[in-house]
């Protein structure tokens, strides 16, 4: 069986059903970016056109800060196709569960922590269009205690963006290491003394 193909030059070409599927396999879909996911998907917490706080709040991670084109595109690349276990602390409304999620494979597991104290201040909702994923699993709780931490499985990939506190990334040390597999890394956001979040971020590799 042949069929026609329009090609680029303008020109009409006969092809077989067996060779334009083989052309069509052969072309891979590119896949986006964490800064294509985070606009796609309107899940950055900075609104551009109005420039203020987006209502729905989303994540920081791209705007205001630039933590994706500084460290999450370039290291997290390697871990994309892989079978692993990501979990963050401090996901408030759920924006960086999706992000996770559009840009792992389906294989993945995404685990998200939240005590929710400040909940009623912010008036923020957990979206559940953003932790709707099958591979996702949103944990509400103290994720510096061992009863949370215990429903945890192994991990490749955590990130620590809780209360930015001394005595957190402490408990996080003791709790969380353990749980690093072999290969794996962990990242913590810096906070200084007086408990101010600095960009930057604690690498810790198991």
């Keep these: 069986m042949w069929t026609k193909l329009n090609l680029l ?11 334009l599927k083989k052309l069509t396999n052969g072309t891979k879909k590119m896949k986006k970016t964490l800064k294509e996911i985070l606009e796609e998907c309107h899940l950055n917490i900075f609104d ?21 084109d500084e460290y999450y595109e370039e290291n997290f690349k ?5 079978d692993i276990t990501l979990v963050e602390i401090g996901v408030r409304s759920g924006a960086s569960l999706k992000l996770w999620s559009e840009y792992f ?8 922590l ?8 912010h008036s923020v ?4 269009d953003w932790i709707s994923s099958k591979n996702v699993e ?27 506190t001394f005595e957190s990334h402490v408990k996080l040390l003791q709790l ?4 690093i597999n072999t290969g794996g890394s962990m990242r913590a956001l810096q906070s200084d003394f007086t408990g101010r979040a600095r960009t930057g971020f604690l690498p810790i590799f198991c």
Excluded: F, M
């Design 9 to 19: 030059d303008g020109n009409l070409r006969l092809v077989s059903v067996k060779g």
């Design 48 to 68: 551009q056109v109005n420039l203020n706080i987006d209502p729905n709040y989303g994540t920081d991670k791209g705007e205001p800060k630039s933590y994706i």
């Design 78 to 82: 390697k871990y994309r196709e892989k």
């Design 105 to 112: 494979c389906e294989k993945s597991r995404i685990y998200g």
């Design 114 to 121: 939240d005590n929710l104290y400040d909940k009623d201040t």
């Design 125 to 128: 909702p957990i979206n559940e």
């Design 138 to 164: 949103y944990i509400v709780g103290d994720a510096y205690t061992e009863e949370v931490c215990g429903k945890l499985p192994n991990i490749d990939i955590l990130i620590d963006d809780g209360p930015h």
């Design 176 to 179: 969380y290491v353990p749980k």
